[in-house]
């Protein structure tokens, strides 16, 4: 089995807050509490991850648009980071295209980009984080554009009402 031990120094703050997480949870120790602080954090990015409802089209419209995107080692503040560089990418699209044949994502992947981006504005700051995680790890991994090769990365893709049939049938790529 390997050595899965980790060492790290923290801040003064952080020790004091792991310290007193301790005290309150009777863990036995900062280097236990700070275990634990990562299982949690890591339940918490799952359990965030689960309860995220996108589409087919849309969860293959946002790696479209988070393609090459690092994960911030930070979650964001006030405002959702998927949702800033979705917004960012619909508006620079329709005002300024890279190429002449540049379409509007909206149109390329069939979905009402305000819709979508009054959904990406929803979410805290554990699930936007969770989100990018995934999406980073979809295209890590290279999944596949389908209902299946979301899941490999815990996102759970839904039925799109404004499309007829099973939602694994839709073609990413039409």
């Known amino acids: 089995m390997a050595d899965t031990r980790i060492q790290a120094r923290v801040s003064e703050d952080v020790a004091a807050w792991l310290a007193d997480r301790d005290e309150r949870m009777f863990s036995g120790g900062t280097g236990l509490q700070a275990k634990m602080e ?27 648009i988070l393609n ?4 911030s080692a930070g979650i964001a503040g006030r405002v959702p980071v998927v949702f800033m560089e979705a917004s960012d990418a619909f508006h620079l699209v329709r005002e300024e295209p890279l190429a002449y044949d540049e ?67 839709q073609d990413p790529e039409a």
């Open 38 to 64: 990562l299982g949690i954090w890591k339940d918490a990015l799952t359990a965030e991850l689960r309860r995220i409802r996108l589409t087919l089209n849309q969860a293959n419209c946002l790696a479209d």
């Open 68 to 71: 090459g995107t690092m994960i």
């Open 103 to 169: 379409v509007p994502y909206g149109t390329k992947w069939d979905i009402d980009e305000k819709k979508l981006t009054e959904y990406l504005r929803t979410l805290g700051p554990t699930a936007d984080h969770a989100l990018h995680d995934a999406v980073n790890r979809w295209w890590q991994t290279n999944a596949e554009a389908t209902v299946e090769g979301w899941a490999t990365v815990g996102l759970i893709v839904v039925p799109d009402p404004h499309h007829t049939g099973d939602v694994s049938a």
